[in-house]
């Protein structure tokens, strides 16, 4: 498969999967400030921004609607859905030799229907609108798709942005300190809530439900499953890379990241979850950076051969 195409693909799914995560992080805090009169907005603001990788640029008080603005509806700012949704599409049609006609439609008509901006009374449907465009360019590629290199570039790219996600959900527990959202909250952010009743039958401590989100192999937003989903890709893509030991750099970094959660005890991790948190997305950035050097080469020249005479 040509570097391009893949690239494409690797991205397509990294950027349909941070579109999501985002719409959810972004549901479940500013749902939060309007419930709980006692949190300080901007502070709030503030940390939520940093914990999506962005940071206030002036000294002005920050309100829900300037966090809304900024990422969800602001296509030029590299963290927002809004961008998500239209370098998604940009990929594709890139690819589009490869990409399906049903997957280019859904990209296009989500690119196409992306407000500027969203009423503060409609912040709830419009992300709920922007899980269920994701869900249905996931769900196309999915059903329609041959699990072949192309199929595992996407589904590498979501993994790795998946784990990357979780991670921010998870860091925002402790945004507003003992005003964070609940556990129940987090759960049902991603979707885990009735999962996690059905595992572990009982109200969402904090143990239970932060050892459900990072080690449950079962649950496939869980940061381990996430994990593992990239591990077998790249194990798909290179089956002869792991003939002499793990010589690939991407999942070094992965199986040590791996190790890590499996063999530390959930309880240290929860004395500094948000340390930690930082440290999972420095080792997904990582991760993403090597397969680029790996797969996707930018600065190969090519080098024209001509015939021996």
């Known amino acids: 498969m040509l570097?391009?195409?893949?690239?494409?693909l690797f991205w397509i799914g990294r950027y349909i999967e941070r579109s999501d995560g985002t719409a959810r992080i972004l549901d479940v805090h500013l749902q939060l400030l309007l419930e709980?009169?006692?949190?300080?907005?901007?502070?709030?603001?503030?940390?939520?921004?940093?914990?999506?990788?962005s940071e206030a640029e002036s000294d002005v008080p920050l309100g829900r609607d300037d966090v809304i603005t900024l990422l969800a509806v602001d296509r030029k700012h590299p963290?927002?859905?809004?961008?998500?949704?239209?370098?998604?599409?940009?990929?594709?049609?890139?690819?589009r030799?490869?990409?399906?006609t049903e997957l280019w439609?859904?990209?296009?008509?989500?690119?196409?229907r992306m407000p500027h901006r969203v009423?503060?009374?409609?912040?709830?449907?419009?992300?709920?609108?922007?899980?269920?465009?994701?869900?249905?360019?996931?769900?196309?590629?999915d059903s329609a798709t041959s699990r072949d290199e192309a199929w595992h570039f996407f589904a590498l790219g979501r993994a790795i942005e998946r784990a990357d996600m979780t991670a921010r959900l998870l860091a925002t527990r402790s945004l507003t300190e003992a005003s964070g959202p609940s556990w129940t909250t987090i759960l049902r952010s991603c979707g885990g809530y009735e999962a996690y009743l059905r595992s572990y039958r009982g109200v969402p401590s904090s143990e239970s439900a932060a050892e459900f989100l990072l080690l449950d192999r079962l649950f496939p937003r869980s940061i381990i499953s996430s994990v593992i989903r990239a591990e077998e890709s790249l194990r798909e893509?290179?089956?002869?890379?792991g003939r002499v030991g793990?010589?690939?750099?991407?999942?070094?970094?992965?199986?040590?990241?791996?190790?890590e959660l499996e063999y530390r005890p959930i309880s240290d991790i929860l004395v500094d979850l948000t340390g930690h948190m930082e440290h999972l997305q420095a080792v997904t950035s990582s991760t993403s950076e090597a397969i680029r050097a790996r797969y996707f080469p930018t600065s190969v020249v090519p080098v024209w051969i001509g015939e021996v005479s």
Not at 36 to 53: F, H, K, N, Q, Y
Not at 87 to 94: D, K, S, Y
Not at 119 to 141: M, N, P, Q, Y
């Open 3 to 8: 570097s391009r195409i893949a690239e494409s």
């Open 246 to 259: 793990v010589t690939d750099q991407a999942r070094r970094l992965l199986g040590q990241i791996r190790s």
């Open 105 to 112: 439609e859904a990209l296009n008509h989500t690119n196409a």
């Open 36 to 53: 709980d009169p006692w949190i300080d907005e901007d502070t709030a603001c503030r940390a939520l921004l940093s914990v999506m990788g």
């Open 97 to 100: 030799e490869i990409v399906s």
């Open 237 to 241: 893509i290179d089956p002869s890379a």
């Open 119 to 141: 009423a503060s009374d409609k912040t709830h449907e419009f992300f709920r609108w922007v899980r269920d465009r994701s869900a249905l360019a996931i769900g196309v590629v």
């Open 79 to 95: 963290a927002s859905i809004a961008h998500s949704v239209a370098a998604a599409r940009e990929n594709a049609r890139r690819a």
